[in-house]
């Protein structure tokens, strides 16, 4: 197996958007950033905000360059055809932390039916709930018998609060974002955001908020009102399922959706995975700290570490170093 094969890390892109606070560099032991830190983009090919390696012999490489000259050993061969047909390929998703002081704006992103007519692009997400204060909530989905007619009526009393659905925050949850669901999360969250590839928001409102510039953000109502889903009915929130799992671990299933899959690795005992290749997977430690190695490569995950294993990467080993060790494993299949 090639030396370029093995579990990468990067340094986070941190955004200092204006509802953020402080706890990312806090709470997972970073040094200090700016006095807002809103959001650490883990791994993510985009240009306001890309990866850049930093461990092993691939140091200081965009993971767009590596995309470009590692292609199926990075990503996999699930997207194969992509790479077949030449077409220009993009790591398929953006991996971040959230840490919101204040609520965020009520928003929409498109789905991929919506999208291809607005000329947007698709965005699934996905929460997971890593701190909430105690008052902490997300709104997320229109309640019961709300239509567009009654949508722009809150909007015009600023009462959108009370059409959206709510729920209070607890350690674990996971909260699934399908595009067309209206959104916002609330004040006092701390979330994994697992989410495709995908910038395109519609604003519908920002609580009245002025930006760094003293004016009002820039809202999108005409394009939310084309692309909310007004039949939304999937579940606010998703209930883990355990998995079968031989030995001391356990295994969980978070989430399984056509844009990726999400398991939950509880450790106590050294964990050996392998991989066939058809996905890359991505390992977020939520609690504890954790070896891992592969093609004889060993880095320590402390809580809050983000990495990246290679499709290639077809066996490695998950160590925990401290009790109550958790280890999220995204993939695309």
């Known amino acids: 197996m090639s030396t370029q094969i093995y579990p990468l890390l990067f340094t986070p892109v941190y955004k ?85 002081k204040q609520r965020l704006s009520v928003q929409v992103h498109p789905d991929e039916h919506t999208a291809d007519i607005y000329r947007g692009k698709a965005k699934n997400e996905m929460w997971y709930v890593l701190d909430a204060e105690p008052e902490a909530r997300i709104f997320a989905g229109l309640r019961p018998g709300v239509d567009r007619e009654a949508f722009e009526e809150a909007l015009r009393r600023k009462q959108i609060e009370d059409i959206l659905c709510s729920t209070a925050l607890q350690l674990g949850m996971a909260i699934y974002i399908p595009g067309g669901r209206i959104h916002a999360i609330g004040e006092g969250s701390l979330l994994l955001e697992v989410q495709q590839n995908s910038n395109t928001t519609y604003r519908v409102y920002d609580w009245d908020r002025l930006g760094k510039d003293d004016k009002p953000r820039e809202l999108h109502v005409e ?54 290749g058809s996905s890359f997977h991505i390992l977020f430690t939520v609690t504890g700290n954790a070896d891992i190695e592969g093609n004889g490569f060993t880095e320590k995950l402390r809580s809050g570490t983000s990495c990246l294993a290679p499709a290639a990467l077809d066996c490695y080993t998950l160590t925990p170093t401290k009790t109550n060790t958790a280890v999220l494993r995204i993939s695309l299949v």
């Open 223 to 276: 394009q939310a009102l084309h692309v909310i889903n007004w039949k939304d009915s999937l579940p606010l929130t998703i209930e883990p399922r355990e998995l079968e799992h031989p030995g001391m671990n356990s295994q969980w299933e978070v989430i399984t959706c056509p844009y990726f899959h999400i398991t939950r690795l509880e450790l106590s005992e050294p964990e050996a995975i392998c991989n066939d």
């Open 16 to 100: 200092d958007n204006i509802w953020g606070g402080n706890r990312i560099p806090r709470i997972f032991n970073r040094k200090p950033q700016q006095k807002i830190c809103a959001e650490s983009w883990e791994i993510s090919d985009r240009p306001e905000g890309m990866s850049i390696v930093s461990n092993g012999p691939l140091s200081g490489s965009s993971l767009h360059k590596l995309i470009e000259t590692m292609h199926e050993d990075l990503v996999g061969s699930c997207l194969s055809t992509t790479i077949e047909q030449g077409k220009s390929l993009v790591f398929p998703l953006l991996i971040k932390i959230i840490d919101a």
